[in-house]
């Protein structure tokens, strides 16, 4: 089985607990014996756009910046 998830935060990049989930349930899918991908922002210019982080492809975009009037606008530009 092959499965593609969707994250806007994976570590290093952690805000809160979605980086630690995704990346916890994406490596137990993968010993597991299921192929996982995540795909997320990264805002280092320096990081590579994909890696393999303990079994799991890692695919890391630029971020297209938008720029919110308030938090919860942000958040809404977010969905």
């Given at each position: 089985m092959r499965v593609l998830m969707f994250s806007?935060?994976?570590?290093?990049?952690?805000?809160?607990?979605?980086?630690?989930?995704?990346?916890?349930?994406?490596?137990?899918?993968?010993?597991?014996?299921?192929?996982?991908?995540?795909?997320?922002?990264?805002?280092n210019p320096v990081s590579p756009e994909t890696e393999i982080v303990q079994g799991v492809r890692v695919w890391r975009t630029r971020p297209y910046h938008l720029t919110p009037r308030d938090f919860i606008s942000g958040i809404l530009q977010m969905n």
């Amino acid at each position: 089985m092959r499965v593609l998830m969707f994250s806007w935060e994976y570590p290093p990049r952690v805000v809160g607990g979605l980086a630690r989930h995704v990346h916890e349930l994406s490596v137990a899918l993968q010993a597991g014996g299921t192929q996982v991908d995540v795909i997320t922002v990264d805002e280092n210019p320096v990081s590579p756009e994909t890696e393999i982080v303990q079994g799991v492809r890692v695919w890391r975009t630029r971020p297209y910046h938008l720029t919110p009037r308030d938090f919860i606008s942000g958040i809404l530009q977010m969905n």
